[in-house]
């Protein structure tokens, strides 16, 4: 639907809505940038000089990085606008 | 990127101290300008007749030494409210509109790839797009953007702008600058208020002058130290505010680069932050709901001046701002980097 009407892109619900997948999935994905800059940070600190003698007494372990190996994961969810009989009564996720 | 992250520590603990050192300066300069007083006033009375008055408790010095006190504190309390107050910002609980609903989205994304707490968001309603952040820590903070930055930027943009804020919340810089923009504030009203007093005394005395005068003539054997420090208390007066501004200058500049490489930290997108301060640039209008007071806390500066747009002595002693264009090229740098590193990943 909205490639056949590209105004309803702009304006409206659709817009909103739209505003609101993209925020939700910044989110996921600063989440998890956070947490990797984090890890990051803590594992490069284990190997640094003055502060690596306290991991070393410490047993600090390296932090896993959170990474999405799977391609299905990673792809962002397409939204279905098309009111098909069928698929429901509204827009639905496909995952 | 995580140069920046590794001294964030350090930078936090450095901005606790000089906050700090600022709220002791500033009630040591305030004691200064009470006790100077006080001893000048009792060698002038010292040689005065025996039933003339004697100048020997210094109460000047107490009083404005108390006063210093009680404006810290209170600076220091209340700072945020008052300087949102002085912008007319008014606090975007409900967002009416979709650029606002952005507005809320994207501060609250920002927030979760700093790992802060959510700011409260707050609307100034002026044209000229600028944004600003004050607070005393992380959990009490307050994020104010203009109503043209919302008019003017994208998404990618407010995001950019966004992550430079919440980077001088990060560095606890809002704490000193706050600080710093309420003590001023106070300096300024103060002066303000005793050059009115000034003013309405010479009026009055007026007739009195003259009796007043002669009277200084006779103690002319004060010795030249006196009179040198009568000068140097006269000249503290007077610079009072020019040295409050001086300060808020050598405060803000080289912490606007490390803000903008946090908010390349946070956005990984320094090219959108980037353009952003070129359209915020662009439009030479000076904000003007934001007043001298604050101008430091800016992601830039309000009042447009021209010394922000060059580097050397005059701009560097002067200007509460790096040059942008400078700011622009740094972020432009690590943009490219950072496309060039990517672009060396895939192939």
Same mark, same amino acid.
């Not at chain 2, 007749?49 to 009680?70: C, D, K, R, S």
């Not at chain 2, 990060?170 to 923009?181: E, G, I």
């Given at each position: ?95 | ?49 025996? !039933?003339?008055? @004697? ?9 404005? /030494? %108390?006063? =210093?006190?009680?404006? &810290? #504190? ?90 430079? !804020?919440?980077? @001088? ?9 706050? /600080? %710093?923009? =309420?003590?001023?504030? &106070? #300096? ?93 640039? @662009? ?16 992601? &830039? ?47």
């Amino acid at each position: 639907v909205v490639e056949q009407y590209p105004q309803l892109k702009a304006t409206g619900n659709v817009g909103q809505l739209q505003e609101e997948l993209t925020s939700t999935e910044n989110r996921i994905s600063f989440a998890r940038q956070l947490y990797n800059d984090t890890a990051t940070l803590y594992n490069t600190k284990q190997q640094q000089f003055p502060t690596n003698l306290v991991a070393g007494m410490a047993k600090a372990a390296p932090a896993d990085l959170w990474e999405i190996e799977d391609h299905a994961q990673r792809a962002v969810p397409a939204v279905d606008f098309s009111l098909k009989p069928g698929s429901g009564s509204g827009p639905a996720l496909k995952a | 990127v995580s140069a920046e992250s590794l001294n964030l520590f350090q930078q936090q603990e450095a901005n606790r101290r000089r906050t700090t050192w600022l709220v002791i300066g500033f009630i040591l300069f305030f004691a200064w300008l009470g006790f100077g007083g006080d001893f000048i006033v009792s060698r002038y009375t010292a040689t005065a007749p025996p !039933e003339a008055y @004697h100048h020997q408790v210094p109460w000047i010095g107490a009083l404005l /030494t %108390l006063v =210093a006190v009680i404006l &810290a #504190v209170y600076a220091y309390r209340t700072g945020p409210e008052k300087v949102l107050w002085a912008t007319g910002a008014r606090e975007l609980d409900a967002p009416r509109s979709d650029a606002e609903r952005q507005l809320v989205n994207v501060v609250e994304e920002m927030a979760i790839a700093a790992g802060l707490p959510r700011p409260r968001i707050w609307l100034v309603p002026d044209h000229d797009p600028n944004a600003f952040a004050t607070g005393r820590d992380p959990a009490r903070s307050h994020l104010a953007v203009t109503e043209g930055l919302l008019a003017v930027c994208n998404r990618d943009e407010l995001q950019g702008v966004i992550g430079h !804020e919440l980077g @001088h919340i990060k560095n606890l810089d809002v704490r000193l600058m706050t /600080t %710093l923009a =309420a003590l001023v504030g &106070a #300096v300024l009203l103060i002066q303000d208020g005793v050059l009115r007093a000034l003013r309405g005394g010479a009026r009055l005395g007026g007739g009195g002058g003259a009796g007043g005068g002669g009277r200084g003539g006779k103690k002319g054997g004060a010795g030249p130290l006196l009179a040198i420090l009568v000068v140097v208390w006269v000249l503290s007066w007077l610079l009072a505010p020019l040295i409050t501004q001086v300060l808020a200058l050598a405060v803000s500049r080289k912490r606007e680069y490390l803000a903008d490489a946090m908010a390349a930290q946070f956005t990984r997108n320094p090219l959108a932050l980037a353009s952003a301060l070129e359209k915020i640039e @662009h439009s030479h209008e000076p904000t003007r709901a934001i007043k001298r007071g604050a101008a430091h806390l800016c992601i &830039a500066d309000p009042l447009g001046r021209r010394l922000t747009n060059r580097e050397g002595f005059l701009a560097d002693a002067l200007a509460t701002h790096p040059p942008m264009a400078m700011r622009i090229s740094r972020l432009k740098g690590m943009g490219y980097a950072q496309l060039k590193r990517e672009s060396g990943q895939t192939v």
